[in-house]
């Protein structure tokens, strides 16, 4: 361990800033590097309707990653995700179909999630079970509740205008139009963001995550923390579910399997530690684009999904090779 | 005469650079026999024990096993040699059952199968020796701990052990599991095996060792016959004449009023302290064995044990069911371990300085929490780069800075610091002194648990004395020497100034 100067920072040469910073938000380089070789690769990915394209189709695994962030930065995780989000994109397709108002709709299906959320946070907290086999259980148990709400048969004959929250066309630049969907998704990204970076709460989640023990004796309720991470996570699942319904036009029982997976891949390869205190949305927002940027130009090449499969797991692995071997390197300095 | 199983010779065990942890130590221990080590906290016990085990190999010396020269390189070694160590966590594995844990890592087979029936049989025999009232099917993680300290003493015997080394078995025993342990060390040494019995106690070793040799600094002074030596005579050498001068800080006398009463407190493991009291200005130091109860203590007064308690802070009558109301009542806790219990290592130091200060607002307002951090630290004299660097990369005394920045931060009246050197060098130890205090000058009351009676001695008003888990005595480190109350810590005898 080093002793530094009273008052004095290290004097630094601009190249090992920049070095630093490179390391620090390695996954912005990385994302670059795949886009300019996806624009490289295909004349067509760099044009406006396919990157509106981009931010759409990333919209609902990516809100869903968001929430997962604040779960994993605790030193949880919450396998439940995909299931919330089928379980409520069909509820709010059943409460439209049967002729309630969007709104009321809405708020009962975000409350719904909120409350699916609090129940895996709560049995964690107070019984102090591993959150991997509570939120297993939320994965089996929410997948039934969903089957059994019209006994796994679709709902369809939703409103129009509940379709126009995720299909409105948004000017961002002269020329390039987004989906409202995606302009939801950075929205969220953002505002999660603020909520990690500038509240108390924020810095509750990383301290508790980053040393429980320490966290409670200096006085934090941990137990209300935890459940307040897995609200945030049932909430971001909810509104995922709902642009889901709204961009398929029809309630999916069978949607969003396997979700959860795509989701902690996409934390996991923005760089928070699985261990917790570590890590954020900005991040997870880089990987989740990271990785559907793959997906796309796998299909502007022509090349199957078997192929996308394979390179996307090795992908994940090289990522996170790389920031465990930047950990090593930090942990030596 | 009977004869010596096991004899050791100038053993010395050196740490570079400069660390001699064991000075040349001299034992011989009789077939048959309890043989007692005695020593005060860094009298080099644990060194010498893990030495006879073969878990550390030595710098120098001989070790001989019924007159053979030996080598241990590792604990295995040392097992098929005859010497068997139970530690005082016992290593048993609570999954599994009795005979399982018997015969782990030597498991009976027959072809290289495991054969459960031998195992079943061998297992029966060496707990009729121990007298155990439970079976060889039971799961080791189901029965009391004075089972399971027969379980390991069993152990030993599937070894053959020749030589049994018990560290401190009666730290996690009441009286009556602790006779029935006595019992079986008695019928064992019958058989001809030695026990070698390492206690704080004089009264278990009055009550079941032969003979004692009595550690200090490093270096074995004496071995003495149990029967016919006075206490006072172990006291001397376990406590030596060479005392180091310690110079007692100057501190005015404390007329403060009384801020903590505590009539009664009571947790687990027998803790119960009484009659506690602690003026606004003052510096109480607890001193005390191994678990004589300072943490227990400390912990459940800042709500982070489960306790019942009968106390007042500030007149008021108060009650920590949590960390979060003792805050409240303006208590701050320096815990035992600053790196598990204290602090966020991978966070800068200006979040871990104001993590309990700024709960209950909405907004983490960085520049300001900067700005509160900052002044502090250099009222700290910390040492540190800027207040967003990571506390991992502090020094041990820069870290321990900042843990009491937090509570000064949130501006805490009863300072609770448990172990607060720890790990610390000279200087960082001076310094750390210094500031509880300017603390204490400024009214606030502190409580120092340590296990160093000599910082106790020269930096606080009052010193409390806690044996198995009472405050049995208070001393006023002006008119007391360190002797009379090391010997307090010992031998536990109630005394009050």
Redesign the interface.
Known sequence: ??????????ARTSGRRIADLLIEYNFIAIFLVVVAIAAILSPNFLTPTNIANLFQQAAVVGVVAVGMTFVILTGNIDLSVGSVVALCGMLVAVLLAGGMPILPALAITILTGALAGAVIGLITALAEVPSFIVSLAGLVSFRGITYLLTDGVPVSGLPPSFGAISSTMVPVLPGLQVSSMGIIFVVLCIAAGALL????????V??TG??A?????????TTRILVLVFTVSGIMSALAGILLTSRLRIGQPTAAQGLELDAIAAVVLGGTSLFG??GGVLGTFFAVMLLQVLRNIFNLLGLGSFYQMTVTGLIIVAAILLNRFIDIRRGRA | MTPDVLTIEGLSKRFPPSIIALDEANIAVRKGEVHCLLGANGAGKSTFLKLIAGALSPSAGKIHVDGKPVHFRAPAEAARAGISMIYQELDLVPQLTVAENLFLGHPPSRFGFLDKRSRRVQAREALARVGASFTPEDRVGSLSIANQQLTAIARSLTREAKVIIMDEPSAALNETELKAVFRVIRELTAQGVAILYVSHRLGELREIGDRVTVLRGGRTIETFDVEGTPDSALVEAILGRERGFVERRDRPPVTGEVILKVDRLTAAHGLDIREFELRRGEIAGLTGLNGSGRTSFLKAL?G?DPHEARMSLYGKPYKAK???D???AGVG?V?ESRK????????PIY?NAT??A???????RHGQLKAKTVPVL?QL??????PE?KV?????G?QQKVVLA?WIIKGARLLLLDEPSRGLDIGAKADLYRLVDELAADGAAVIVASSELEELYAACDTIWVFHEGRNIARFDPATTDQDTILKHQILGDHHHD
């Open positions: 361990m080093t002793d530094i100067v009273t008052g004095v920072a290290p970076r500038l509240t108390v709460f924020g810095e509750s990383y301290a980053g040393n023990e320490a966290a409670r004796l200096s006085g934090l309720p205190g570590r | 800042f982070a949590t960390p979060r003792a805050i409240a806790l815990p598990t219990e204290g602090l966020i290592l991978d966070a979040r993590l309990p700024m709960q209950g607002q909405f907004l983490a250099r004299s910390t040492k540190y780069g800027s660097q991992i990369q502090l020094s041990g820069n937090k």
